[in-house]
């Protein structure tokens, strides 16, 4: 919905002005896609870590709810 794609590109944007990373970005994006059981979500935020840099292991771990290796990532995904 349009309502819905304003709303997200617009906590996109809020997100790009904070302390995180683009990989830290996307990990919570694509854990919340998850979350919301998003399937859309989870496939275009997928495309957009891959653009980000995050390595594809992080990406596989996250779309099976898996614990990511880097404690660091994982405590993010965790707060998520």
């Not at 653009?51 to 660091?72: F, Q």
Request: negative net charge; glycine residues 8%.
């Amino acid at each position: 919905s349009p309502a819905l794609l304003k709303g997200w590109w617009e906590l996109s944007s809020a997100a790009q002005m904070g302390k995180f990373s683009p990989v830290e970005i996307q990990i919570v994006q694509i854990e919340a896609s998850r979350l919301s059981d998003c399937g859309y979500c989870v496939a275009a935020g997928t495309t957009l870590g891959e653009k980000a840099g995050v390595p594809r292991d992080v990406l596989n771990a996250l779309r099976e709810d898996k614990p990511l290796t880097d404690a660091k990532l994982e405590s993010l995904r965790q707060f998520t």
